[in-house]
């Protein structure tokens, strides 16, 4: 199979990867967004917060970015997973599940954050339909009924007035040990905020919608729905096998340019990022593509001058 040779590899097809592949392309950069299609967000039915897009379905947002991106003739997708990569700066080797080879001079790492197997019985029945982890994203839709957050401990106390804003008929869940001080506890009291420790026993829907939350102790709590904090892994484990460092938080550690501790590669989107939005996403993406046009411009720059002496 023929090598492609490329300015920049894009891993990954989300927001900060389409829009990253949008900025180098007009700026004349050869650029392939490598992506084995299955995006976290295909669970739900609509993507929100996005200026001009609120409201279009995952799949349909993709599409609509890709038939724009093609517009520009030195753009390309490859549907399949990178397996390896071998180089340094400049040169960097990429293989593919598929057998193709990519030689790219930049990588951009914008493979996003996964959700792990789901522990609570009930609980994948909902998701993405009226279970979601960012009010920001889908509170509006839930807004005014009675929902549960499920969370303990540090989180808690960010998560639960953050959602509170949707609506005053709020239930907490801990699922276990709430991690709480007392004095914490008594924040949920003065706001009228149940709290439950027991572990939930399953969540009960009809059609996708959250009907109940059962705990262990027989407490049933009516619900419409749910906002939860999932646990996440990276979206792919190349990061780590290059040698990428990672935050104490699980994020690939980056500077303010988006470039991790490997000199040309950079990381944009949920993978560098607790702010899990597509439109922060997208302008990560934006910012750091920016970023390595520059760096690419300046690299040729310096090389004519060298060429020259």
Request: aromatic share 8%; hydrophobic share 40%; proline share 5%.
């Amino acid at each position: 199979m023929e090598k492609q040779y490329v300015d920049v590899a894009i891993i990954g097809g989300g927001p900060a990867g389409l829009n990253a592949a949008l900025v180098l392309a007009r700026a004349k950069k050869k650029v392939a967004v490598i992506d084995e299609g299955r995006p976290r967000n295909a669970v739900t039915g609509a993507v929100h917060g996005f200026i001009t897009r609120d409201g279009i379905t995952p799949k349909e947002f993709r599409r609509i970015a890709q038939e724009e991106i093609l517009a520009y003739p030195t753009a390309s997708f490859v549907a399949d997973t990178v397996i390896s990569i071998a180089g340094t700066n400049g040169q960097f080797e990429l293989s593919t599940m598929e057998g193709q080879m990519i030689t790219s001079k930049k990588i951009l790492f914008a493979i996003g954050m996964k959700d792990q197997p789901f522990s609570i019985p009930g609980l994948k029945e909902v998701y993405g339909k009226s279970a979601f982890v960012c009010p920001y994203c889908d509170g509006w839709e839930l807004r005014d009924q009675p929902l549960v957050v499920i969370s303990k401990g540090t989180v808690l106390m960010h998560f639960a007035p953050v959602v509170s804003g949707w609506t005053s008929r709020l239930t907490v869940c801990t699922n276990g040990p709430d991690e709480l001080a007392e004095a914490q506890r008594q924040e949920f009291k003065h706001n009228d905020i149940p709290l439950f420790d027991s572990p939930i026993r399953h969540i009960d829907s009809k059609d996708g919608i959250v009907q109940q939350v059962v705990l262990e102790d027989g407490t049933v709590i009516p619900a419409r729905g749910i906002f939860f904090k999932p646990e996440l892994a990276m979206g792919s484990d190349l990061p780590r096998t290059i040698g990428c460092e990672f935050t104490e938080t699980g994020v690939l550690a980056v500077n303010e340019s988006g470039q991790t501790n490997i000199p040309g590669i950079y990381s944009a989107g949920d993978a560098a990022s607790m702010m899990h939005q597509a439109i922060a996403s997208a302008s990560a993406g934006s910012f750091v593509a920016a970023v390595m046009n520059n760096e690419l411009n300046t690299e040729a720059w310096r090389r004519n001058i060298k060429e020259v002496r």
